[in-house]
């Protein structure tokens, strides 16, 4: 009888190539996720948790730009049925969709902080609501384009983090 494989040992053994695919769901930077693939193997889930952290430590302005892509605005749905677009609908689970003041707010800041920094608002919105996530919105169009630019590099890897648990969990 054998004993079922830990978290860690199912990403040790899927090929490199699923593997991959499978980090890029968590963030959309194929330096990121071959980085971790390439850590391995893993010998427990701190490892992999450890090689995400060290994994592209910089990442390029191109680099967030292409993981911005395919985030939606916030109080907006991700489309499709792909996981990063299912992870998405629930990290946004806070915002009330029939909330109409809400919704045109978050879309009013959403075009005001794309208009200021030419690119999707972005934060970790998971456990957050609708308005604790326009605040956030709202605090960080003062910021200086650099400034916010790092602020989402940091967002992103919130994200990813919270993302590869649903990764190692299978």
């Not at 302005?61 to 991700?78: C, F, K, N, Q, V």
């Amino acid at each position: 009888m054998s004993t079922p494989a830990t978290e860690p040992d199912r990403l040790n053994e899927l090929p490199r190539p699923e593997l991959v695919q499978r980090l890029l769901a968590c963030l959309d930077v194929p330096r990121w996720a071959a980085d971790i693939a390439d850590r391995r193997p893993f010998p427990d889930v701190n490892a992999v948790y450890q090689a995400a952290d060290d994994a592209a430590p910089e990442l390029t302005a191109e680099e967030i730009h292409t993981a911005l892509a395919a985030h939606p605005r916030i109080g907006e749905r991700a489309q499709g049925g792909n996981t990063a677009a299912q992870w998405s609908r629930g990290e946004q689970s806070g915002v009330d969709a029939g909330d109409a003041e809400l919704a045109r707010a978050l879309r009013e800041g959403n075009e005001a902080y794309e208009r200021r920094f030419g690119h999707v608002y972005l934060v970790c919105a998971s456990g957050r609501s609708g308005a604790q996530l326009l605040d956030v919105l709202h605090s960080r169009l003062d910021n200086e384009p650099t400034a916010e630019l790092r602020i989402v590099a940091d967002e992103l890897r919130k994200i990813a983090r919270l993302r590869l648990a649903k990764v190692i969990e299978g």
